[in-house]
């Protein structure tokens, strides 16, 4: 009999198991020595202890670029264009860097830039021009940060907008204290249902990055329906983790779709947008 034909005798057999094991052991112990190197890598080299951030992998970025081109009904090389506008505004940028280390949490953050699947909050922004974005959750106040600046190259363009970023903190958002982004960002300390409830003017783009759990969530997309206008969009941060807002977009008669982001050189798995419009 040869190699072959025994092969497949033997995967016939409640053996085949153990006869494949040490492949099966390889290829496993490849993988998880992967995520032990990144993870160890990480440990000796980063500060962060929540809120993780980290490059997109070359294929996250380019997926991506086609989420928002699909749910925004821009070309791609517009999508495309507008990360390349976030990723090389260098005053941002340095603006972060020196926040950072001047920040009473510098022990506790990265220096080093990295926005992850901001750059699709940013795109999003750029491709429909709300007046008015709300963000719940800023922690340190990148994300508030990356829409800001989203909305000044808006206003350069003649559509000016502003962003209200909520947050139950009132540490949070020192990033987004400096002009000219501060000149667009109204930060509201509180919790998010109240703050969301006090809003006296319509909601184009709502992006949902505070408590992640799913009632919370759900309470927000219900709090901020009455306070939208027409065809405003709604992001979530939390789609890797619950169904909520594709259940919102399925009650009220939107479309829904989610995109995952892989981060590179990371052992996070990454978190998401989901979008309902
Ligand atoms: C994941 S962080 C926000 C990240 C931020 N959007 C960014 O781009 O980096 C979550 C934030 O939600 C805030 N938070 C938690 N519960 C909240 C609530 N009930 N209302 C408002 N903010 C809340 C936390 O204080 C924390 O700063």
Redesign the pocket.
């Given at each position: 009999m040869d190699a072959t034909k025994l092969r497949r005798a033997i995967a016939r057999t409640p053996f085949a198991p153990v006869a494949a094991f040490p492949k099966r052991l390889a290829r496993v112990a490849r993988h998880d020595a992967k995520v032990l190197r990144t993870s160890a890598r990480w440990l000796l080299t980063s500060r962060e202890h929540?809120?993780y951030t980290y490059e997109l992998t070359k294929l996250s970025r380019h997926h991506l670029a086609w989420f928002v081109s699909v749910v925004c009904d821009v070309p791609v090389k517009q999508v495309r264009a507008y990360f390349g506008e976030i990723e090389s505004d260098d005053v941002l940028r340095r603006h972060i860097e020196s926040a950072t280390a001047g920040a009473a949490r510098r022990g506790l953050a990265d220096r080093h830039v990295r926005y992850a699947r901001?750059i699709g909050w940013y795109a999003i922004v750029r491709a429909t021009r709300p007046q008015h974005v709300v963000?719940?959750?800023?922690?340190?106040?990148?994300?508030?940060c990356?829409l800001a600046a989203a909305l000044l190259r808006n206003a350069a363009e003649g559509h000016p907008g502003r962003v209200t970023s909520?947050?139950?903190?009132p540490e949070?958002g020192y990033l987004a204290r400096t002009a000219p982004w501060s000149e667009v960002v109204d930060l509201v300390i509180?919790?998010?249902?109240a703050?969301i409830a006090a809003l006296d003017r319509p909601v184009d783009l709502f992006?949902h990055?505070?408590?992640?759990s799913r009632a919370?969530e759900k309470r927000e997309f219900e709090a901020v329906e009455g306070k939208l206008a027409p065809g405003a969009i709604l992001l979530t941060?939390n789609v890797t983790a619950t169904n909520v807002l594709a259940e919102h977009a399925e009650r009220t008669g939107r479309k829904f779709l989610a995109y995952r982001e892989t981060p590179a050189n990371h052992w996070y798995p990454g978190d998401g947008i989901g979008v309902a419009w």
């Amino acid at each position: 009999m040869d190699a072959t034909k025994l092969r497949r005798a033997i995967a016939r057999t409640p053996f085949a198991p153990v006869a494949a094991f040490p492949k099966r052991l390889a290829r496993v112990a490849r993988h998880d020595a992967k995520v032990l190197r990144t993870s160890a890598r990480w440990l000796l080299t980063s500060r962060e202890h929540h809120n993780y951030t980290y490059e997109l992998t070359k294929l996250s970025r380019h997926h991506l670029a086609w989420f928002v081109s699909v749910v925004c009904d821009v070309p791609v090389k517009q999508v495309r264009a507008y990360f390349g506008e976030i990723e090389s505004d260098d005053v941002l940028r340095r603006h972060i860097e020196s926040a950072t280390a001047g920040a009473a949490r510098r022990g506790l953050a990265d220096r080093h830039v990295r926005y992850a699947r901001r750059i699709g909050w940013y795109a999003i922004v750029r491709a429909t021009r709300p007046q008015h974005v709300v963000e719940t959750g800023v922690d340190k106040g990148l994300g508030s940060c990356v829409l800001a600046a989203a909305l000044l190259r808006n206003a350069a363009e003649g559509h000016p907008g502003r962003v209200t970023s909520l947050d139950i903190n009132p540490e949070a958002g020192y990033l987004a204290r400096t002009a000219p982004w501060s000149e667009v960002v109204d930060l509201v300390i509180g919790d998010s249902i109240a703050s969301i409830a006090a809003l006296d003017r319509p909601v184009d783009l709502f992006l949902h990055d505070s408590d992640h759990s799913r009632a919370h969530e759900k309470r927000e997309f219900e709090a901020v329906e009455g306070k939208l206008a027409p065809g405003a969009i709604l992001l979530t941060d939390n789609v890797t983790a619950t169904n909520v807002l594709a259940e919102h977009a399925e009650r009220t008669g939107r479309k829904f779709l989610a995109y995952r982001e892989t981060p590179a050189n990371h052992w996070y798995p990454g978190d998401g947008i989901g979008v309902a419009w």
